[in-house]
């Protein structure tokens, strides 16, 4: 059986890169186009400050989250369609002051809410719960008739012949698509940019990483262009951008999202073995996310989708008892920085004033875990990759020429399946280690949840990379895992020199951290990550409520 490829454009990729910047740009409508001049550090106020959106769609787009709109469309205060207009226009302002869409369908998402809106006419009920909410796409994701070009520019004017199965799902839903957002060049480097589309800019400031690999949907989210879209996760690619945003995402374990015609890096077929990427949401909220997950798991996605299991939301019992919360400070290579310590030292004593059990672990094989992981991730030495490349005559990027993992030699089978192995070994160590927990709680029970930081540093400058292994150690575990702000970088705390460095990752971090470095960061957004067990996503929610109720500032 020959392999599966897909379908390329045999053209020089400075052609087909002026091609897609050209089609990109002839989709946002003439008066649509704004000028910021001159343009601030900090381009979150550029929606209300440029003049295109009326009062209703400021008022649309700054004041909900996507629950809550919902609501309100459900109650007829909004029509599908102004809601998807004021969304289309706000998202085409990100697009000229931050560089994060790929592709735009504006005039299909306003007759799919002129349709929803007649239906709600007609029948007096919304088609169902994602009734008129316009959902924001990671490039990765499928819509028939619309490019996935995942940052390669020989996958240009390649239109996808089938949706992705979680895009019939949503649509079956009642959502509105609009957009799809921008991704690194191999979706496998921190930073969002490729030779194609160019880089994502952070609205928070311009010159501090959007982070990757759902870089763009980050910043579409965080700038209020969409107030919850899909991306994808394999090594922390939809939550380290949350994190840098200040926004929230969750990742699912597999099985959970339906996966199946997705885009990726790899051959097809590749990303059904080893570490398993997942579609995960990202939102204004963390209730959103949890929404969308469950609406999803009530169409019974695994009858769609192969790469699914039959896993029902099923709501835990009301807990009345007070919470055992694990907490993790170190990743055993790079020493947190002031602001990570405070924001966890901060979360940590309000749970405990609050009755709530704060235990202390460690990041518990963090070694072999992070070796296993890139084992799985340059298994194929990163040769499928170049070869898509090399029809177009398209260089490597620059984020990813630096990232250290690719090219490298390839593996054979028969140390794909050791990888496989070890990795069940961890699996099933970290299983064990879970629950002895047990032992060290006052009920006796293992632990509910893990708070930890997603990186120990704060959003840092554009293509400066630095390993976290906060974020890979839960996609090989297969461990879900949720993204919430909790505080902001505040030099009156933080600013504080940090102990000399334990090696070269750490003295690269601490970099960022070098006195006259660290102001710029003031008021940047830092979050912890709340982790639970393998497919236990409702469980893990109930728990963040109860946190959130504690905190009082997580939506």
Same mark, same amino acid.
């Given at each position: 059986?020959?392999?599966?490829?897909?379908?390329?454009?045999? @053209?020089?990729? %400075?052609?087909?890169?002026?091609?897609?910047?050209?089609?990109?740009?002839? &989709?946002?409508?003439?008066?649509?186009?704004?000028?910021?001049?001159?343009?601030?550090?900090?381009?979150?106020?550029?929606? %209300?400050?440029?003049?295109?959106?009326?009062?209703?769609?400021?008022?649309?787009?700054?004041?909900?989250?996507?629950?809550?709109?919902?609501?309100?469309?459900?109650?007829?205060?909004?029509?599908?369609?102004?809601? +998807?207009?004021?969304?289309?226009?706000?998202?085409?302002?990100?697009?000229?002051?931050?560089?994060?869409?790929?592709?735009?369908?504006?005039?299909?998402?306003?007759?799919?809410?002129?349709?929803?809106?007649?239906?709600? %006419?007609?029948?007096?009920?919304?088609?169902?719960?994602?009734?008129?909410?316009?959902?924001?796409? @990671?490039?990765?994701?499928?819509?028939?008739?619309?490019?996935?070009?995942?940052?390669?520019?020989?996958?240009?004017?390649?239109?996808?012949?089938?949706?992705?199965?979680?895009?019939?799902?949503?649509?079956?839903?009642?959502?509105?698509?609009?957009?799809?957002?921008?991704?690194?060049?191999?979706?496998?480097?921190?930073? +969002?940019?490729?030779?194609?589309?160019?880089?994502?800019?952070?609205?928070?400031? &311009?010159?501090?990483?959007?982070?990757?690999?759902?870089?763009?949907?980050?910043?579409?989210?965080?700038?209020?262009?969409?107030?919850?879209?899909?991306? +994808?996760?394999?090594?922390?690619?939809?939550?380290?951008?949350?994190?840098?945003?200040?926004?929230?995402?969750?990742?699912?374990?597999?099985?959970?999202?339906?996966?199946?015609?997705?885009?990726?890096?790899?051959?097809?077929?590749?990303?059904?073995?080893?570490?398993?990427?997942?579609?995960?949401?990202?939102?204004?909220?963390?209730?959103?996310?949890?929404?969308?997950?469950?609406?999803?798991?009530?169409?019974?996605?695994?009858?769609?989708?192969?790469?699914?299991?039959?896993?029902?939301?099923?709501?835990?019992?009301?807990?009345?008892? +007070?919470?055992?919360?694990?907490?993790?400070?170190?990743?055993?290579?790079?020493?947190?920085?002031?602001?990570?310590?405070?924001?966890?030292?901060?979360?940590?004593?309000?749970?405990?004033?609050?009755?709530?059990?704060?235990?202390?672990?460690?990041?518990? @094989?963090?070694?072999?875990?992070?070796?296993?992981?890139?084992?799985?991730?340059?298994?194929?030495?990163?040769?499928?990759?170049?070869?898509?490349?090399?029809?177009?005559?398209?260089?490597?990027?620059?984020?990813?020429?630096?990232?250290?993992?690719?090219?490298?030699?390839?593996?054979?089978?028969?140390?794909?399946?050791?990888?496989?192995?070890?990795?069940?070994?961890?699996?099933?160590?970290?299983?064990?280690?879970?629950?002895?927990?047990?032992? @060290?709680?006052?009920?006796?029970?293992?632990?509910?949840?893990?708070?930890?930081?997603?990186?120990?540093?704060?959003?840092?400058?554009?293509?400066?990379?630095?390993?976290?292994?906060?974020?890979?150690?839960?996609?090989?575990?297969?461990?879900?895992?949720?993204?919430?702000?909790?505080?902001?970088?505040?030099?009156?705390?933080?600013?504080?020199?940090?102990?000399?460095?334990?090696?070269?990752?750490?003295?690269?971090? %601490?970099?960022?951290?070098?006195?006259?470095?660290?102001?710029?960061?003031?008021?940047?957004?830092?979050?912890?990550?709340?982790?639970?067990?393998?497919?236990?996503?409702?469980?893990?929610?109930?728990?963040?409520?109860?946190?959130?109720?504690?905190?009082?500032?997580?939506?």
């Amino acid at each position: 059986m020959k392999p599966v490829t897909f379908p390329v454009t045999r @053209k020089p990729w %400075q052609e087909l890169r002026d091609a897609k910047l050209a089609e990109r740009e002839s &989709k946002i409508p003439k008066e649509w186009r704004v000028k910021f001049d001159p343009e601030p550090a900090n381009l979150l106020s550029l929606a %209300q400050s440029c003049g295109l959106l009326t009062l209703r769609e400021l008022q649309i787009t700054d004041n909900y989250d996507a629950t809550s709109l919902l609501a309100e469309i459900a109650k007829g205060t909004y029509t599908s369609l102004e809601v +998807t207009i004021a969304f289309c226009k706000r998202s085409a302002i990100a697009q000229q002051a931050l560089n994060c869409l790929t592709e735009i369908f504006y005039d299909e998402a306003i007759e799919r809410a002129k349709w929803l809106d007649d239906e709600f %006419q007609k029948t007096g009920r919304t088609v169902g719960p994602l009734h008129g909410l316009p959902i924001c796409l @990671k490039d990765s994701v499928n819509i028939a008739g619309y490019d996935s070009v995942v940052g390669i520019a020989a996958y240009a004017f390649q239109p996808e012949k089938e949706n992705s199965v979680i895009v019939d799902l949503m649509l079956k839903l009642g959502a509105v698509l609009y957009v799809k957002t921008n991704v690194p060049q191999s979706m496998m480097v921190p930073d +969002t940019d490729n030779n194609i589309f160019g880089t994502t800019r952070n609205p928070i400031h &311009k010159e501090i990483t959007a982070s990757g690999s759902s870089g763009g949907l980050a910043a579409l989210i965080k700038f209020r262009g969409s107030l919850l879209g899909i991306g +994808t996760d394999v090594g922390g690619s939809i939550r380290v951008p949350a994190y840098s945003h200040g926004i929230y995402s969750t990742k699912p374990s597999s099985g959970r999202l339906p996966y199946h015609n997705m885009k990726g890096y790899l051959e097809p077929g590749a990303e059904t073995v080893g570490v398993l990427c997942v579609n995960a949401p990202m939102a204004v909220s963390y209730r959103d996310c949890e929404m969308l997950m469950r609406v999803i798991a009530e169409t019974e996605p695994w009858l769609y989708d192969p790469s699914c299991q039959y896993l029902p939301w099923i709501q835990p019992k009301p807990l009345s008892r +007070t919470l055992s919360l694990g907490v993790i400070r170190f990743d055993g290579e790079v020493q947190t920085l002031p602001p990570i310590t405070r924001a966890l030292n901060e979360v940590c004593n309000k749970l405990k004033a609050a009755g709530h059990e704060i235990i202390e672990l460690e990041l518990y @094989k963090f070694q072999d875990i992070s070796d296993n992981a890139v084992d799985f991730f340059t298994a194929d030495g990163g040769e499928f990759l170049k070869s898509q490349l090399d029809i177009s005559g398209e260089p490597w990027s620059t984020a990813v020429a630096n990232g250290g993992m690719y090219p490298c030699e390839k593996k054979g089978i028969s140390e794909f399946h050791a990888y496989s192995s070890v990795r069940a070994e961890l699996q099933r160590a970290w299983l064990k280690y879970w629950e002895e927990t047990a032992q @060290k709680t006052k009920s006796g029970l293992p632990v509910d949840a893990l708070i930890l930081p997603i990186q120990s540093f704060p959003a840092r400058p554009d293509g400066f990379l630095i390993r976290s292994h906060f974020s890979r150690t839960w996609n090989l575990l297969d461990y879900p895992g949720i993204i919430f702000p909790v505080t902001t970088v505040d030099m009156a705390k933080d600013d504080i020199d940090m102990p000399p460095p334990l090696n070269d990752m750490d003295a690269k971090a %601490q970099s960022t951290w070098a006195k006259g470095v660290r102001e710029r960061l003031q008021g940047f957004p830092i979050g912890l990550q709340l982790v639970g067990q393998r497919q236990m996503e409702p469980k893990l929610f109930q728990t963040m409520d109860k946190i959130a109720n504690v905190l009082g500032n997580v939506q």
